[in-house]
């Protein structure tokens, strides 16, 4: 309804008012949105009705509307620049984490620090990897969301920028000619629109994702602060209803995967970097398919979000992957894979003596497969899926290169970026193993073929160079030797 509506609203401006043409759009959408409404308005001076939103047949949780409304009277207000305010986000977020939710009792917490201790004492008999000077944290879902939140909005904002700049280019094509003056002017707000209604958008799944986590690192991407461990008890005594587990070996387990995922990351201080920076990579290539935004744009009406907000919601404005995209996901899947193995292996050696063990890591790997709700939410949000499929290909790796040359040098596979396993190493650990047998007795790594074809290329190079490739030797005494491969 866009051109039906800036259509009506130009036949109707009073051609005798001082306003310029930007300025009586402006107003326009401050009426609709900026809490001016007339009569028969949801968004009267006293806020948004929700019974009468009912009767205009949208159905939305009133708070969560409000929130919304308000970051765009915040677009609306001119100030805050032509950057995408994330207040909306980091407001939807804590207004969903903060339902329901119990604060930390002492004996959680002091259960939980007991946990983190013995967990840290048997780690340290299954991993190199020095502990960390951060002390392990017990968060409410709402602390979660304070400390993660930067993470999220750092994945999110390529995507964001994408969509709010493709909705203003979509309404400015929708408008008629004779408002292209007025859409030109407005376009800055418009554009906030857009970035608005995705910050509410991502508030609202990672609130959700608040009341699914168990611990800082159970979504795979390192969203804590490097060094820091962390669960969240309500969540992890939901994780232990029904399972038959006792608590205390529960929380051994995942103290001991938190543990080993803070000291991974405070160890491998590059990986933090790289695992965003590909996370970058296939965010910024998201492009929004414009065909579904011309439809929508085609109908939509500033007065009623709640279409472009399902798209949002649904991903129906993300198109398929291109092939840089999927590139860059393998890469950021076979890391996450072989981050994931490695605290897998660790953790399970850690915890041996866990009497329930195999059932836990049953339970562990079902709920991992499993994924929640707002994981799905948030890959429909952002393109981005974050279980990686190769998890128990990469385990199998770390468990037997573990096995044939220990823990030692198993581990310092993370001390640079250039020693981390290929994707062929996980296919077939031999190779990897070989070459970690070889450099530890002193001798020279085995050479495969690519390294043999390197060698002869540069022999030939260097024998070019200096002129042995002459028919004779520099006695003149008969032909050359054979020329070095």
């Known amino acids: 309804m866009a051109r039906n509506a800036l259509t009506a609203y130009g036949k109707a401006a009073d051609v005798t008012d001082d306003n310029t043409p930007d ?17 028969g308005s949801p968004f009267g001076p006293d806020g948004i009705d929700p019974e009468q939103l009912k ?16 970051a765009f009277q915040s677009a609306f207000s001119g100030s805050g620049g032509d950057g995408i305010s994330w ?36 780690l340290s008999e299954a991993t190199t990897i020095a502990p960390t ?9 709402g602390e979660w969301v304070e400390q993660t939140l930067p993470v999220w909005q750092e994945m999110a904002e390529p995507v964001a920028e994408s969509i709010a700049d493709a909705l203003t280019e979509a309404l400015r094509t929708q408008a008629p000619e004779e408002m292209q003056q007025m859409v030109q002017g407005a376009s800055r707000m418009l554009r906030q629109v857009g970035g608005s209604l995705f910050a509410s958008q991502l508030g609202q799944v990672v609130g959700k994702l608040s009341r699914e986590v168990v ?4 979504v795979g991407v390192p969203v804590m602060p490097a060094g820091v461990a962390a669960i969240l008890p309500q969540n992890f005594a939901d994780l232990g209803e029904g399972l038959e587990i006792p608590d205390d070996q529960l929380a051994l387990y995942f103290a001991a995967r938190e543990l080993a995922h803070a000291r991974l990351f405070t160890h491998a201080r590059w990986l933090r970097l790289q695992v965003m920076s590909q996370v970058g990579d296939y965010a910024r290539g998201i492009h929004v398919d414009t065909d579904a935004l011309d439809d929508l744009a085609a109908r939509f009406d500033p007065s009623e979000p709640e279409e472009l907000q399902q798209a949002l919601q649904s991903g129906a404005l993300l198109p398929q992957q291109t092939e840089a995209q999927k590139h860059a996901l393998e890469r950021l899947e076979h890391m996450l894979a072989l981050i994931e193995g490695w605290v897998d292996v660790v953790s399970a050696e850690a915890t041996s003596r866990i009497p329930t063990l195999d059932r836990i890591g049953e339970a562990t ?45 198993r581990d310092g596979l993370w001390d640079y970026p250039d020693l ?16 970690l047998e070889a450099a530890a007795r002193g001798d020279e790594a085995p050479r495969d073929e690519l390294d043999d074809a390197l060698a002869q290329l540069l022999a030939e190079a260097e024998g070019s160079s200096d002129g042995s ?15 070095p491969v």
Do not use: C, Y
């Open 23 to 39: 300025d009586d759009f402006q107003e326009m959408l401050r009426r609709m949105l900026g809490g001016a409404g007339g009569a």
């Open 133 to 141: 000077s951060e002390a392990p944290k017990v968060l409410t879902r």
């Open 365 to 409: 790997r079902r709920r991992r497969a499993a994924g929640g709700p707002a994981e799905d939410a948030l890959a429909a949000l952002v393109g981005l899926q974050l279980r990686p499929r190769r998890l128990r290909e990469a385990a199998a790796m770390w468990r037997a290169v573990g096995d044939a040359v220990g823990i030692e040098a």
């Open 87 to 122: 207040d909306a986000a980091r407001v939807g977020a804590l207004h969903i984490a903060n339902q329901e939710s119990r604060s930390v009792t002492q004996g959680q917490r002091t259960d939980l620090d007991q946990a983190f201790h013995l967990a840290g004492l048997w």
């Open 420 to 435: 981390i396993p290929e994707p062929s190493d996980i296919d077939d650990p031999s190779v990897l193993i070989a070459r």
């Open 55 to 70: 009767r205009m047949g949208i159905e939305m949780d009133p708070a969560a509307l409000q929130q919304m409304m308000g």
């Open 215 to 218: 611990s800082g690192g159970d």
């Open 469 to 483: 490739d002459s028919d004779s030797d520099s006695d003149g005494e008969g032909p050359a030797g054979p020329r």
